[in-house]
């Protein structure tokens, strides 16, 4: 790897010229390559699929090496990371992330559904799931024209029927349920209080649980262009983002879309 410094000279130009980097100058381009440089250190994976086909590294942005033979193979005749734009978004994508966690809330209190107060403090505590979304993108939304961040959940009862020794599970879907009693949006996370009735610890127990589904859009006026997170992987050719607009509370792993199985993080939520 080049030194930072040099980093930021080689790559300044084609920064310069990013309808998505324009606003932030220098300091955003050394933030993105001293994160690129940590995502180097971390994945051997997708950062170097982003380095093979990038335009930054073929003008020698980010490094001075030659790409692996596998890489070049991948790589050639495919060009939409020879877009700057493009380039950064994907790069951006693999440093921003989005993470979600489904948890029981820490401060979920019983006696609070004694009381008839409707203050944010109780409604906190009578809410004994917490639903945290997370992302690194929340630090540059300021710095681009407008952004959205959408983030929706369904409660859904795994029906449990027997019929002398067979068992079948049948979804039911619990719309009518899934309205969070509180959402509290700071600048590095949107988090959602919400209610699980309790899954019963028998075999026939009917059983309740989350589907998350998180999207954050940055709408580009320069270029008239929406910036969806999270984005596709670097070896991902673009995708129409007008097909992938309404959240899939079924399907998971969707283009556009983090969910709770493909972005889940585990422990405190903080």
């Not at 380039?87 to 979920?108: C, F, H, K, M, W």
């Not at 939304?141 to 409660?155: F, K």
């Not at 039911?172 to 959602?192: E, G, I, K």
């Not at 997170?229 to 007008?242: Q, R, S, Y």
Request: hydrophobic share 40%; glycine share 8%; with cysteine.
């Amino acid at each position: 790897m080049m030194a930072v410094g040099g980093l930021i000279g080689a790559a300044a130009p084609l920064f310069a010229g990013s309808a998505l980097f324009g606003p932030m100058g220098v300091v955003a381009v050394s933030f993105i390559i001293g994160g690129a440089i940590l995502v180097a250190r971390l994945s051997n994976t997708s950062f170097e699929d982003w380095l093979a086909g990038s335009i930054f590294s073929k003008e020698e942005g980010f490094t001075n090496s030659e790409p692996s033979q596998t890489n070049s193979m991948f790589w050639e005749g495919s060009s939409h990371l020879e877009d700057p734009d493009e380039a950064l978004y994907r790069l951006l994508g693999l440093l921003t992330g989005v993470s979600i966690q489904v948890e029981e809330n820490p401060d979920y209190d019983p006696s609070a559904f004694h009381g008839d107060s409707s203050s944010m403090q109780a409604r906190i505590q009578r809410a004994n799931t917490r639903i945290t979304v997370r992302s690194n993108l929340n630090g540059m939304v300021s710095q681009l024209d407008s952004a959205d961040s959408i983030v929706e959940c369904l409660l859904v009862r795994n029906e449990v029927i027997t019929h002398g020794r067979s068992r079948i599970v049948r979804r039911r879907d619990q719309p009518h349920r899934s309205t969070p009693s509180l959402q509290h949006v700071s600048s590095h996370a949107r988090v959602l209080y919400v209610g699980t009735p309790h899954s019963g610890s028998f075999r026939n127990a009917d059983q309740y649980y989350w589907e998350v589904r998180a999207q954050f859009r940055l709408k580009d006026r320069q270029k008239n262009k929406t910036w969806v997170f999270p984005a596709p992987d670097p070896k991902v050719m673009p995708i129409n983002t007008v097909k992938e607009t309404d959240p899939d509370f079924v399907k998971i792993d969707r283009p556009f879309w983090a969910d709770q199985e493909t972005h889940a993080v585990t422990g405190a939520a903080g």
